[in-house]
């Protein structure tokens, strides 16, 4: 014990929800419940405005929400808590060397080992120079207690709630402890605290008069006897201002129990990877697996299993945690789970048969790789060709068609030639030039058997036709052979003008056709491509709508500014557009998938005013007191992400 009251204690008052309110004007003096807004979700922090009703830490939020049912329900936004935090452990860094965080809003500081008091007056002033400093900073409060010892630091931040600072004076201690509740010393929980009662000990003096021996009996040697000398008043213990992280671990509680086994093997092994990346962050390694499943009864089972040396490889914890998962009877359901480490060191020592079965995996998951890429080029090739054939067919039957008419106007015996130059394009498949070119064969042989010799020339026209390659040529020689045989040998030159025509006629129809075949492939193509782009339209729509709005959280629209999420369901959510330093702001309506609204980072509490018509313009960053600057000092983090009172 001190002799000075130079142990500070700092609390922020309902951290997460004077945070939020002094990030949202709107709320600012209502009732505010941040934490898990799910089924299951837990209140994390309650402003004084939602402690009236009854709402406090740890509650159910459904019980929560009966309590107070027109409350803000928002959800935890930790990036600004931690950015707030550390402008306050640099705060609390310019007092003293020795900064002991707690959580995130707490924090013991030992103002005589920086030189900033050295007894009661001293401390009182520093204590309320903090307060004055975090409020221009932050635009929050917290509460100050000063004492001797950490134990009497943190009753007095506690006794000085909401906004205040409290001094112990040295020699009081036993006056001010002997009324409280047992429950006020530290170590002292729901068990302990009843076991105690069942005992007849229910304040702090009660349990100084009981004496030593009596709660040695009652509760163990080192328990007992720590109990005591706090009631005492007595707590030798330093700030500490780095501690040694003794495990790592995170979990989940799920909105609904989950049944399927391989859903709980995929949860575990998502908690592991979040779990080795915590370990890494904080430069630790572990060498013991610890998995922590709760049943749908609320029985929780707890297993571990110890490697051969610490690790920080992924695929170790991963492999571990799913064999302590096979021994763990999940078939009733599962409704919260937990992956740890402990045993942390700062080395790790690989484990060879980890590693050689992680490449056997990344070889597999190689090989897997390489044949779906195959999979993909054939199935690409296979459209490819689909594509391909597709166009030719379209140009093939034009060029049918075109055949088909051709063959159709040879008169007499180029009825057959007609049937011919319609059957010929499916099987070339190349246009009218050549359908035409078949049909004519047919229909000129008819067009010279009917002529006989006075239609010889006829059919000279008509071999003439065919050479051009042209349908409408042999019908031309049909003809001519037909008018040859009529008019006699004078018909030859007749015939011979008609078949040039025709001839040229043919060129200039299959020319046609392989435009138009050509018009009809590209056509095909762009209609591909149009549908690839609708594709990814609609993927983008999928994306835009599948985003989730969580009630409290930052976002931006490109015309109407900043602002934050009040609420969304149903395709729908609704935004309130105001800044921390702006009045109550006006709240409008959006689809989900509305591409000028998008996330963002939460703004600075403390900034430059910003008009009423201020919307879009950001706040400027925090202001600091004039005798602090940014660059003095380093900020102390390492502090779970939690809120007290």
């Known amino acids: 014990m001190r002799t000075a009251p130079t142990i500070l204690h700092l609390d922020m008052d309902a951290f997460f929800a004077a945070a939020e309110q002094a990030a949202k004007p709107s709320l600012r003096g209502k009732p505010v419940v941040v934490g898990g807004l799910g089924p299951r979700g837990v209140v994390a922090t309650a402003s004084y405005e939602a402690r ?108 000085a709630k909401p906004d205040g600072l409290l001094l112990i004076e040295p020699g009081t201690e036993r006056e001010l402890l002997g009324p409280m509740s047992v429950r006020t010393l530290p170590g002292v929980g729901p068990a302990t605290g009843e076991h105690l009662r069942r005992a007849g000990m229910t304040t702090v003096a009660e349990l100084a008069e009981a004496g030593e021996d009596e709660l040695v009996r009652l509760l163990g040697k080192a328990h007992g006897t720590s109990l005591f000398w706090m009631a005492m008043g007595h707590d030798d213990r330093p700030v500490v201002a780095e501690r040694d992280a003794k495990s790592v671990s995170v979990e989940d509680t799920f909105d609904v129990d989950l049944h399927d086994r391989v859903r709980v093997r995929i949860e575990v092994e998502r908690l592991a990877d979040r779990c080795v990346r915590r370990l890494r962050e904080s430069g630790h390694s572990g060498r013991t697996i610890v998995l922590k499943v709760r049943r749908y009864d609320f029985s929780t089972l707890t297993r571990s299993e110890t490697l051969r040396g610490p690790t920080d490889d992924p695929e170790v914890v991963r492999e571990a945690a799913g064999r302590l998962l096979e021994a763990v009877d999940t078939t009733g359901g599962v409704r919260l789970l937990g992956v740890g480490v402990t045993g942390l060191a700062d080395y790790t020592q690989e484990d060879l ?259 009423v018509e201020g919307a879009g313009q950001s706040s400027g960053p925090a202001t600091r007191p004039k005798d602090l600057s940014p660059e003095e000092g380093a900020g102390v983090s390492g502090a779970s992400e939690r809120s007290r009172p």
């Open 52 to 159: 009236r009703f009854g709402v406090h830490s740890a509650m159910p939020m459904a019980q929560a929400r009966r309590l107070a049912p027109n409350a803000a329900y928002l959800v935890p936004r930790f990036s600004l808590y931690r950015a707030v935090s550390e402008q306050v452990m640099e705060l609390l860094g310019r007092l003293s060397p020795l900064v002991e965080p707690l959580s995130l809003d707490e924090a013991f500081v030992d103002l005589e080992a920086g030189g900033s008091a050295d007894d009661a007056a001293s401390a009182r002033v520093a204590g309320e120079r903090l307060r004055r400093d975090i409020l221009a900073v932050t635009g929050l409060s917290g509460s100050v207690g000063l004492a001797g010892s950490k134990m009497l630091a943190k009753i007095a931040s506690e006794q």
């Open 353 to 611: 048969f980890a590693q050689a079965a992680a490449v056997e995996r990344a070889e597999r998951e190689a090989d897997e790789e390489v044949a779906e890429a195959e999979r993909e080029a054939h199935e690409v090739d296979d459209a490819a060709r689909a594509g391909t054939r597709a166009g030719r067919g379209a140009w093939t039957g034009v060029g049918g068609a075109a055949g088909a008419g051709t063959g159709s106007r040879a008169p007499a015996g180029g009825a057959a030639g007609a049937e011919a130059g319609a059957g010929a394009p499916a099987v070339t498949g190349e246009g009218v030039g050549a359908a035409g070119g078949a049909g004519v064969r047919a229909g000129a042989g008819d067009g010279a058997g009917a002529g006989d010799t006075p239609g010889r020339e006829a059919a000279a026209g008509a071999q003439a036709g065919v050479e051009a390659g042209t349908g409408t040529g042999g019908a031309a020689g049909g003809s001519s052979g037909a008018e040859a045989r009529a008019a006699g040998a004078g018909a030859g030159a007749v015939t011979r003008a008609g078949t040039g025509a025709g001839g040229a006629a043919g060129a200039q129809a299959g020319a046609e056709a392989r435009a138009g075949g050509a018009s009809e492939g590209a056509r095909v193509g762009a209609v591909a491509s149009t549908g690839a782009e609708v594709g990814a339209g609609g993927a983008e729509r999928e994306a835009l709508a599948a985003r989730r709005w969580a009630a409290g959280h930052d976002v931006r629209h490109a015309e109407y500014g900043a602002g934050w999420v009040q609420g969304s369901g149903l395709g729908r959510v609704t935004v309130r557009f105001e800044e921390p330093g702006s009045p109550p702001g006006r709240v409008r309506t959006f689809r989900v998938d509305d591409p000028d609204l998008e996330p963002s980072d939460p703004l600075p509490l403390v900034g430059q005013p910003t008009a």
